[in-house]
């Protein structure tokens, strides 16, 4: 019974993200056809440097790239290539946007995961800490430093730990290194400093989550019910208190997944060297890098979707009262 | 007698000799012979300007792609610091006949494809006409090939003459033509015949966006390029140069991409990376760092402030009297030592001191000593009827109404010298009493709202130059950017300064500016002394017209680890990179 309402809820959202997906698409591709913008604009140093007449090289650009053709003919030209698996061509980078994206996603991905799991993992421990020993010394401590974490902006973090931790003491290098094997220790010491730099302030904020949603239900019925009981207080606390004060922290949690994967780690990639889809992504915004553009819009937007299709299905799963018609 | 002379002669033999000898020792002290040197280690250089576009250079428009093509692909021919010419893929210099129309290309006999084939006459010619100079492929410097006949753009026409020579003739006079083809190089025509005519498959082609073609044309050949990481190239065992020589000497050549210079610098002050470009605040700090040595040299950039003498501009600012004062009322030195720290010096024209057309003579020296008054500045400005004399006797600056005059200066947002320059200036010009709006904008803005123009009411595309009665979008009075003077070539910057100027947005005119460089590119200036002449003229009439107010003209400085030899510091100082190597 459970299972058929789900599955039936799970198609209905497919669909609608099929949709809202297109949509973006479609709002993208205009937007950024029509603004006063042109791939060429970037040359233009380098065109006057080689004393040419810029709108002839603009020209060139824009005819080898199709740009010149209306933008109705550009946009359904673009659909059909998608639909056959084409993504079309990076302007920017001069090979496949597929390739390109193939190629660059698994920096952004290793990053973003290592540095969720930091967070959530500590994040949610020092929480538990703070509230269960609430207004002592270490509450304090944690509560102080949890705001000093939230408020240090990334790119500063990130060069303030290469100057000590690189620079000065070289314990790591200067920057995130390529060549190293994908599953290998050398390699999570080198996403070291750019996991502490871009999980330390959703690290802060998770203390914060945390501790604020098991105070809430710290204080609840249940809890007095389930010590009253003789419960130890290790299960009231993991299975009473901490379950219940999941829900907000997992909506919490999935947002900032989706929120960095469109673009938070941008800073961190650019301090630390990281190729990722964030530097791809902006670059390619620089660039009038339009295929990128598009395409990392729409792979941004199909994950913030499934991110969300997937909180709300792990609600269920938390909250066996919630049924979604 | 004869013993006596004798005698003279050989201790004034033996005195050049010593002299000799210890500055060879001098001047090398350190430095291997090339039998000695050992191949060894990677050299990284870190970069923080974006990536390169394509490693298919014939489609490329950035600096960036041809820059890495290079390490792979020589030109015929590069200049050392000096501007002597460095033959590399020329067997001799390019002769040229005596009308200056047709040029005689002699390439090396030794050069050879990856397939061993040799690189011959043919491809040059193959590449010139049947790639750049053809309509499916939309070369984006076709310009460099074309002149101009009866009104009528025509491309310059290359013809085989054997194996290893080939001739390109033109139709008209250009003297500075010869440095557009020191920079050619080819494709090779059995690879690229494939793709003749399909522009996409051609700008897929593996073989050209892998380099895998380049055989023993450059020092190293393509091994990797990760987007936005790094570009390594290894060492080229076959490379013509170094045969004799076991050249080049790192066994790789990395080009590491960095998000900001502080990181970059980072990286080179932790001995990450071999070498990089210091900012100017830095240069302190690294200079006192036993492992890294600093080498300051010129470059052909400057800073300008161009005044907008187009009808959307303050109307004073079409009066060169009025633009002569403004700048009198700047100080450079300001500029150079305060903002640059002295990696920069005054500019007072468009020829940078590098440049063997430099000259100084008659140079009118706005913004510096006796020319850098405000006061005079303001008495010229109140002389034209722009200002009052307030009751103290003091002149405040106003436009022709005598109400305030608040013009607006527009600068490219993210560079910190430009943003503090440009509020130096508005500084300088408030003692005048002109109030400066300051309007920090994207670069896409600064180039679709403000330098790019059109006829009101027409229907023209904006351009960076549509006539005398184009506008721009927004209104300005003011735009500090940087632009650049070819060192050797410097009749290219009429797309600056002549009426017509591709990339005159400022909307100046002056026909003897227009008559002098036309001058400069015509059959008279073959002759280099007249040529001199031209530049001399065109230099003094431009510092003195303040088409645009010059500036400054930017030092680089560049650290390298200690270890690196070889490095002849100097504006081109890569010439010779082939031969560096680690100590």
Not at chain 1, 247 to 266: C, E, K, Q
Not at chain 2, 11 to 36: D, F, M, N, Q
Not at chain 2, 145 to 166: A, D, H, R, S
Request: glycine fraction near 8%; proline fraction near 5%.
């Amino acid at each position: 019974m459970r299972k058929g309402w789900l599955r039936d809820y799970i198609l209905k959202r497919l669909l609608y993200s099929l949709i809202i997906a297109w949509g973006i698409l479609t709002v993208t591709f205009i937007l950024v056809r029509v603004g006063p913008s042109s791939p060429a604009d970037k040359y233009l140093a380098n065109i006057a440097a080689r004393g040419q007449d810029p709108s002839q090289v603009i020209a060139a650009i824009e005819a080898r790239y199709g740009l010149d053709k209306p933008v109705l003919q550009q946009y359904g030209e673009y659909i059909f290539n998608l639909l056959r698996g084409n993504w079309g061509w990076s302007l920017s980078t001069s090979m496949p946007v597929i390739e390109l994206i193939k190629h660059h996603w698994i920096y952004s991905f290793q990053l973003i995961l290592l540095s969720s799991l930091f967070a959530a993992i500590i994040g949610i421990l020092i929480g538990i800490y703070s509230a269960v020993k609430q207004y002592t010394k270490a509450d304090y401590a944690f509560t102080f430093l949890s705001f000093i974490g939230i408020s240090i902006p990334n790119f500063w973090l990130g060069v303030m730990l290469i100057l000590v931790f690189s620079v000065k003491l070289g314990l790591f290098k200067t920057y995130y290194d390529t060549t190293l094997p994908l599953f290998s220790l050398a390699n999570l010491k080198a996403l070291t400093l750019p996991v502490i730099t871009l999980g330390t302030g959703m690290l802060a904020a998770y203390v914060r989550y945390t501790r604020s949603a098991m105070l809430d239900n710290l204080r609840k019925p249940f809890v007095t019910t389930a010590r009253a009981k003789g419960l130890p207080e290790h299960i009231v606390i993991g299975k009473h208190v901490f379950r219940n004060a999941l829900l907000p922290l997992v909506t919490i949690i999935m947002f900032d997944l989706g929120s960095i994967v469109f673009g938070g780690a941008y800073l961190t990639e650019i301090v630390f060297g990281i190729p990722g889809l964030g530097q791809v992504s902006f670059n390619a915004i620089f660039a009038n890098d339009y295929p990128v553009v598009v395409a990392i819009t729409l792979i941004g937007t199909l994950v913030v979707l499934l991110v969300n299709l997937v909180t709300d299905i792990a609600y269920t799963y938390l909250d066996p009262r919630i049924r979604y018609e | 007698m004869k013993k006596k002379a004798a005698i003279i002669a050989c201790a004034a033999l033996a005195v050049i000799c010593l002299v000799s000898g210890g500055v060879y020792l001098a001047r090398t002290a350190g430095v291997k012979a090339p039998g000695e040197i050992k191949v060894k280690g990677i050299f990284i250089e870190g970069q923080s300007g974006g990536d390169a576009e394509t490693l298919n250079w014939i489609l490329a428009a950035d600096a960036t792609s041809f820059s890495y093509v290079g390490h792979t692909l020589d030109s015929l021919a590069t200049y050392d610091n000096d501007f002597n010419i460095q033959l590399r893929c020329l067997a001799k210099d390019i002769e040229v006949s005596p009308d200056g129309l047709v040029y005689t290309l002699t390439i090396r006999d030794d050069l050879r494809w990856s397939n061993g084939s040799p690189v011959t006459a043919e491809d040059y010619v193959y590449t010139l006409k049947n790639l750049m100079f053809s309509d499916w492929l939309n070369y984006p410097y076709k310009g460099d090939w074309q002149e101009e006949v009866n009104g009528e753009k025509v491309f310059v026409t290359p013809e085989v003459v054997n194996e290893t020579t080939f001739t390109i003739t033109r139709k008209t006079v250009y003297p500075e033509f010869v440095y557009t083809l020191y920079d050619l190089t080819p494709y090779p025509k059995y690879i690229a015949q494939k793709y003749e005519g399909d522009a996409e498959a051609f700008m897929r082609a593996p073989e050209f966006n892998n380099l895998s073609y380049t055989g023993n044309l450059g020092p190293y050949r393509f091994k990797e390029w990760n987007r936005n990481d790094r570009f390594v190239v290894e060492r080229n065992p076959d490379y013509y140069l170094g045969k004799d020589v076991g050249a080049p000497y790192f066994e790789q050549y990395i080009i590491k991409l960095f998000g900001t210079s502080a990181t970059r610098q980072a990286a080179l002050e932790a001995g990450d990376i071999t070498y990089t470009s210091i900012e100017p605040e830095q240069v302190i700090k690294f200079k006192g760092l036993r492992h890294i040595k600093v080498y300051t040299v010129p470059t052909s950039g400057y800073t300008i402030l161009a005044y907008n003498q187009r009808a959307n501009g303050w109307e004073g600012l079409k009066h060169k009297e009025v633009r002569q004062a403004l700048s009198m009322a700047i100080n450079k030195y300001g500029i150079t030592q305060n903002i640059l720290l002295g990696f920069a010096e005054p500019a007072f024209s468009f020829i940078p001191k590098v440049s063997p057309w430099y000259t100084e003579e008659g140079i009118v020296k706005y913004g510096v000593d006796a020319l850098y008054d405000k006061q005079k500045a303001a008495e010229i400005l109140y002389q034209l009827g722009y200002g009052v004399r307030q009751a103290d006797g003091s002149i405040k600056v106003t436009d022709k109404d005598g109400k305030l005059l608040q013009l607006v200066l527009v600068v490219n947002v993210g560079s910190k010298p430009a943003e503090d320059m440009a509020f130096f200036i508005r500084k300088e010009l408030l003692s005048l009493g002109i109030e400066t709006e300051i309007k920090l904008v994207p670069w896409p803005t600064l180039l679709r709202g403000y330098v790019m123009n059109a006829v009101p009411g027409s229907k023209q595309e904006p351009a960076y130059n549509n006539g005398p009665e184009a506008v721009s979008q927004e209104r300005w009075d003011f735009i500090l950017m940087g632009f650049g003077t070819d060192p050797l070539a410097p009749s290219g910057s009429h797309v600056f300064f002549t009426t017509d100027g591709g990339l005159n947005f400022m909307g100046f005119s002056n026909p003897k500016v227009d008559e002098l460089f036309a001058r400069a590119k015509s059959k008279e200036a073959l002759d280099k002394t007249v040529r001199q002449q031209v530049y001399a003229q065109l230099s003094r009439l431009l510092s003195e017209e303040q088409p645009v107010n010059f500036l400054a003209f930017h030092r680089a400085n560049r650290g390298f680890q200690k270890n690196v030899m070889g490095i002849e510091p100097g504006v081109n100082m890569g010439y010779n990179y082939h031969l560096w190597y680690f100590e």
